[in-house]
């Protein structure tokens, strides 16, 4: 089986650097399964085409597995592992290419950062629910999708199409992310599983889904193939993708793959409740200028600009590749003159003081103080409310007393969380800033309300006096 990625970003051969992989050698690396070999067919200024190839050792997976759970069934032996782009690829390409899927590379970090045209072919993947679904998974992540159904057999046509497709995505898109997304994706086109799940695929599929996999308008669909038939690991994903973005609570029971590729009928849900809510405590203060501090990719951001009282917006955030998909998700490039100049982007650190901050009305900071060290909150207090000092500011954190609701979740929302405060030590921590920085708090709750566990949101609105 085959995947080939060619780019004709100049000099392409620059694609060598970002994969660490040479392109005049020819590298093999063993796994469990057989042997993944790289090489370039074509490497030129250009066009540079990487390969990785795989070939599977069947004789060595049936022993592998018959250790541990027997199986004397043909289709171990007899079976498509070979010769389609199964999740075993997905396996075999994390581990080959697992600097570049970081996203790390010393000689060329800023093309590492940037979006290149690629060009990603797999002559044989198992696509259950054929090329649509292959459509359906990749064109919201920019790729522009040519997916043809493989005749089952040339000489019969009547027999029809085969499961699987011949695929190839083309766009502009950061090489890190194209191999995340494909980490990710062709386990969940690929019918059989092969791997055990642990707790900690949900870590994996989080890792690899970030910054994408929250917006996905199929992530449901997305979550529950990849977790396969694990009813509680599927919950606890998308409780956490939840966090990120838009699960309803109604996403959170189990569902078949079946019930979720049917459209879903929503509540409304906890991620843009919480936009409702600060949106609301904004307009409450009459605020004409706003920065959104930690704005993330950008969705509160395309909420302010869509909301012609505020005059001047502002987004900042410690991750340039956030601050990418944010100036997409706006168009930035698409903007007129006169919206461009009401809306700045901006890359900064909320813990060191930034005149950038300053001359806002208002600055939210949405479940942003949970992701830094409790070592450096006094840092960015200083720097929000001593030293910005906007007239309101609005924080949102998770309720960490509501997260016994979150059925089968262990440990906090989301890996990157440094903490989540219960009710009490979000009104010490609001009550502490309040006065040390000479504001008003106002707290109050954002979600549907549990009698016993409050909301799953705690927000806080502070007022300069
Ligand atoms: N406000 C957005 C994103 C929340 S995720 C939303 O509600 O959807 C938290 C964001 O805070 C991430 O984008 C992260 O990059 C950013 N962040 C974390 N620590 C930061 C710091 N010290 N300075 C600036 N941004 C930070």
Redesign the pocket.
Known sequence: MLLSITTTHTPATDLGHLLHKHPDRVQRFTQSFGVATVFYPEASDERCIATLMLEIDPVRMARSRSRTSPDFSLAQYVNDRSYAASSLLAVALADVFSTARSGRCTSRQELADSAIPLQLRLPVLPCRGGPEIARRVFEPLGWQVDAEPIALDDAFPEWGQSRYVHLQLTGTIRLADALSQLHVLLPVLDESKHYWQGPDEVDKLLRSGGGWLADHPDRDLITHRYLGRHGALTRVALARLAE??DATEEALEPADDEEALQPQERRVPL?AQ?HDAVLDALEAAGAASVI?????????LQRLVGTPAFTRIAG????TR?LQYAARRLRLDRMSERQTARVTLFQ????YEDPRFAGYDAA?????I???DPS?LPA?ERVVFGAATPGTVVV?TPNRDYNVRYESLRGLR?P?HRFEWDRAEFAAWTAAVATAYGYAVQLRGVGDADPEFGAPTQLAVFTRV
């Open positions: 990120l973005d991620n919480r959104d501090l930690g704005c993330g990719p950008g969705q509160f900042s955030d410690v991750s956030s900064g650190a909320l813990t939210v900071l949405m479940e942003v949970e992701h830094v450096r960015l949102t989301h990157d």
